[in-house]
């Protein structure tokens, strides 16, 4: 009976190791991949990934057959065949092979910054008058580019966000989020408005910020609300998964504007009236009018 046992464990170890081929299935190859490119980490609901210095998210959103994956990166939906080759893993054309852990570039975990305490007068209002002056030209910039969209325009946009992203990481590292108590309304929703459009790189101070922004401005008293949210449907859709509050449009090839992915549609205008926001349609007749020249914005994207 051992005898025949062992011989058993043998040939089913034995079959283990062959050599795999054909469609990858998501739950299959959960863990950390790497290849020339870099690596990437396969966790239950999502794919993380560093893409030209950023950290990439995509939620998965299903598998359909023969090994396509669909995810949703900011908002969008991307489609990816991944098939076994072998112990590599091939997705399109990357070649990847299994590696012990993820690199700790695909962590996503809030950075360290400093404690919320009294600060003198003259810092305080030196602090507020660098946040309008950053905020100003970063408004500008973003003008021009939706204005003209030309290279020229975009490099403008990113020299001015990347400029803003580090003077506020340095800030906020020495005295912690620029909170309403110090420093006001204003420049606290200017705050977040620049580390909300700071992307990717900015993933670490986004989620350290996040507990003190939600104390700020999540509520119907501070004026701020519509700040936080535009703030927090962009994390959403920046982690994969979709926008709590309906803040974020894009258009499709067409022109045509639409509603980025949007959890329990249903309930909205509940959450945004909680806050003390104003109902869906009505911000997205008003987004229409100063974004799409009139066009009506549709609720359900071209593809989920």
């Known amino acids: ?15 283990s190791a062959v050599p795999r081929s054909g469609p990858a299935h998501f739950s299959d190859v959960r863990g950390a991949w790497s290849d020339e490119s870099g690596a990437m980490s396969i966790e239950p609901s999502r794919i993380v990934t560093r893409e030209a210095g950023d950290v990439i998210v995509r939620g998965f959103i299903r598998e359909e057959p023969n090994g396509v994956w669909v995810l949703r990166r900011w908002g969008r939906v991307e489609r990816w065949n991944a098939a076994f080759d072998g112990d590599s893993l091939v997705i399109g054309a990357r070649r990847l092979h299994r590696i012990a852990a993820a690199a700790d570039e695909l962590r996503i975990e809030p950075m360290q910054i400093g404690r919320i305490a009294p600060l003198p007068e003259a810092r305080v209002k030196a602090i507020v008058d ?37 003077w506020l990481t340095g800030v906020v590292k020495e005295i912690g989020w620029i909170d309403v108590g110090r420093f006001g309304m204003k420049a606290s929703s200017q705050a977040t408005i620049i580390l909300k459009h700071s992307g990717g790189h900015a993933l670490p101070l986004i989620l350290a910020a996040l507990p003190q922004i939600e104390r700020d401005l999540a509520n119907r008293e501070s004026k701020g609300f519509q700040s936080y949210e535009v703030f927090f449907d962009a994390l959403q859709l920046q982690l994969g998964g979709r926008q709590r509050f309906g803040t974020q449009l894009a258009a499709d090839s067409n022109g045509n504007p639409f509603v980025l992915p949007l959890e329990d549609p249903g309930h909205v205008d509940e959450r945004r009236a909680a806050i003390g926001d104003m109902p869906l349609r009505e911000y997205l007749e008003m987004a229409a009018k100063v974004l799409y020249k009139g066009k009506t914005v549709s609720l359900t994207p071209p593809e989920e």
């Not at 009976?1 to 079959?15: D, E, K, P, S, Y």
């Not at 309008?132 to 490099?155: I, M, P, Y």
């Open 130 to 166: 660098e946040i309008g002056s950053r905020n100003a030209r970063e408004q500008a910039a973003l003008r021009a580019e939706v204005a003209q969209k030309n290279d020229e325009t975009s490099a403008a946009v990113q020299e001015v966000e990347a400029g803003n992203l580090r």
């Open 1 to 15: 009976m051992r005898v025949r046992t062992f011989a058993i464990f043998l040939f089913l170890a034995a079959c």
